[in-house]
């Protein structure tokens, strides 16, 4: 059975950091395309990034590009999201989410997510 | 940057038929999927590749694209139907890569 699970939500101020994590399991990890979606409470789904099987290649929404890094450690199955310089405006929810197809792209399993809070 | 759009809410009556559009430019050469969203749950896959279904998402669900149009249906609406539907696209060298449209709250009356 495939299960992601993401921790390290919880409550910044603005300008700080935090790293979350998506501890995946039930499948090969290193043969998938890994990304984090991020939903404001009571708002739609927004992507902000995503990372090739191998690690090597990584994509970020324009949103985050520059302050957020996504990685993996595929020994480990897990999934990586490093968040700098974070705004209030970054307050959501974080689901970390299984990518089939790579010229498709569909999210077929997805994790609980994980809330952020950016407040001073 | 591409952009999906969605009517923000459907209502039907139980038994009825629901339909939930997503526009997109030329939304027919590319590959729309559909998510289900209860509310205080993680989105759920229901339709990919217009009109394929998950392992365990009934008959119910079907897809169709056509021109500038997917369609989501939802035929013989139940009370558990009641959710929030998003489309979604690849968008390959667009940004953003993956694109959401903004919604459509199902109200089963």
């Known amino acids: 059975e495939v299960q992601l699970l993401e921790s390290g939500g919880g409550l910044v101020q603005p300008g700080g950091s935090l790293r979350l994590s998506c501890a995946a399991s039930?499948?090969?990890?290193?043969?998938?395309?890994m990304t984090w979606v991020r939903q404001v409470p009571g708002k739609g789904l927004e992507w902000v990034s995503s990372i090739r099987g191998s690690g090597d290649t990584t994509y970020y929404a324009a949103s985050v590009k520059g302050r957020f890094t996504i990685s993996r450690d595929n020994a480990k199955n897990t999934l990586f999201f490093q968040m700098d310089n974070l705004r209030v405006e970054d307050t959501a929810i974080y689901f970390c989410a299984r990518v089939v197809g790579a010229t498709t792209g569909r999210f077929d399993y997805w994790g609980q997510g994980t809330l952020l809070a950016v407040s001073s | 940057s591409y952009v999906l759009t969605q009517p923000p809410s459907v209502s039907v009556a139980p038994g009825e038929t629901a339909r939930i559009t997503c526009g997109g430019d030329a939304i027919e050469t590319r590959s729309v999927h559909w998510y289900q969203q209860k509310p205080g749950q993680a989105p759920v896959l229901v339709i990919y590749y217009e009109s394929d279904r998950p392992s365990g998402i009934p008959e119910r669900y079907s897809g169709s694209n056509s021109g500038t149009t997917a369609t989501l249906t939802i035929s013989g609406v139940e009370a558990g139907d009641e959710a929030d539907y998003y489309c979604q696209v690849l968008d390959v060298g667009g940004d953003p890569l993956y694109v959401f449209g903004s919604g459509t709250r199902v109200t089963v009356l």
């Open positions: 039930g499948f090969t990890f290193k043969n998938y395309i």
